[in-house]
């Protein structure tokens, strides 16, 4: 007992040491980017309102689409900032988009250079009062608001299949303008200049260049610098395991390991009453890997699995939170 309790560690006290310093260090930046994630998030109105006063929507209003957006599993749908499922849209890209072609459309057509830069202005200028809490948007931006609700009414109240949703996914006209309120806010947010930056409050994010949304310096260094360190700190480490045995292993690894035959091994009772979990366990297994299988498919036909319907039993936005379709 005592040659066994004091033989020496697979690896050395000084591997440990740097291991438990590299996780302290990680789990410091991530709390500090935490931090600024809420200190720094974009805030959200408690009106917004168009150029004459009228209201258009609240924050109730952009936390309920929130919920709703969620309710219906959306986010294993599409995404919001780029997070979620890729199979539909990206409502913040959408939303931006198809807003920014009305608006320029409202103000004379994409021909028109005026048209053009006023659509990038109203985009870009951030009329948000942090005293009042209330955000005005322009006329156009609200005309479009108004069309892009008949839009996702629309989209998501089609009694068909064909978008990969359930029939029907969302008819209620309430809903409907709440969850038109969360992407308009979203798209806000990624489009209107932070309050004495030259970004938006996503760092531009997502590209847009009918609003004169581009990725920031900013963005590409940090981004450029990532990699490097990723990279450069793999190579580093993989060198340094490499060159110093006093990092790696101790050769404990050379010890001879020898087996029983199988005929030799008696079951115990244990072991045999663990059949039955074995058995329920595979057919578990099975079942989510055909649910995964069938998510995968919608990939390549939204309304129809080899002739079948399937959305109208197990929509897209079901089979995606299968574990097996991550």
């Not at 219906?72 to 539909?88: D, K, P, R, T, V």
């Not at 250079?113 to 942090?130: E, L, M, P, V």
């Amino acid at each position: 007992m005592n040659e066994s309790s004091n033989q020496p560690l697979l690896i050395s006290k000084g591997w440990i040491q740097a291991v438990a310093l590299v996780m302290l260090f990680g789990f410091f930046v991530m709390g500090l980017l935490a931090y600024y994630t809420y200190t720094d998030e974009p805030p959200i109105p408690f009106q917004v309102v168009d150029a004459s006063g009228k209201g258009l929507f609240t924050g109730p209003d952009i936390i309920a689409g929130q919920e709703i957006f969620l309710k219906n599993g959306l986010m294993e749908y599409g995404s919001i900032f780029g997070h979620g499922a890729w199979l539909g849209p990206d409502y913040t890209a959408d939303y931006l988009h198809r807003a920014a072609e009305l608006t320029t459309t409202y103000y004379g057509g994409s021909a028109s250079d005026a048209a053009r830069q006023q659509t990038i202005s109203d985009f870009k200028t951030n009329r948000y009062d942090a005293a009042t809490g209330v955000l005005t948007i322009s006329a156009a931006q609200a005309d479009a608001f108004e069309r892009m609700t008949a839009y996702y009414a629309d989209f998501f109240g089609t009694p068909t299949t064909k978008f990969g949703l359930r029939p029907k996914a969302i008819t209620d006209p309430e809903q409907i303008r709440q969850l038109t309120a969360f992407f308009s806010w979203s798209a806000w947010a990624g489009s209107a200049l932070r309050p004495h930056k030259n970004y938006s409050y996503t760092n531009n994010w997502p590209p847009e260049s009918l609003v004169g949304n581009s990725a920031s310096a900013d963005t590409m260094l940090w981004s450029v610098l990532s990699l490097i360190a990723l990279l450069g700190g793999i190579g580093l480490l993989l060198a340094a395991f490499g060159r110093w045995n006093f990092l790696g292993w101790h050769g404990r690894e050379e010890q001879r390991i020898s087996f029983r035959p199988p005929d030799e091994v008696m079951l115990t009772p244990a072991q045999r009453s663990c059949a039955w979990f074995f058995l329920v366990m595979a057919v578990l297994f099975l079942m989510q890997t055909l649910l995964g299988g069938a998510g995968e498919h919608y990939r390549a036909e939204l309304s129809n699995f080899f002739g079948f319907d399937l959305a109208r039993v197990l929509p897209n936005t079901t089979t995606a939170s299968a574990p097996s379709n991550r």
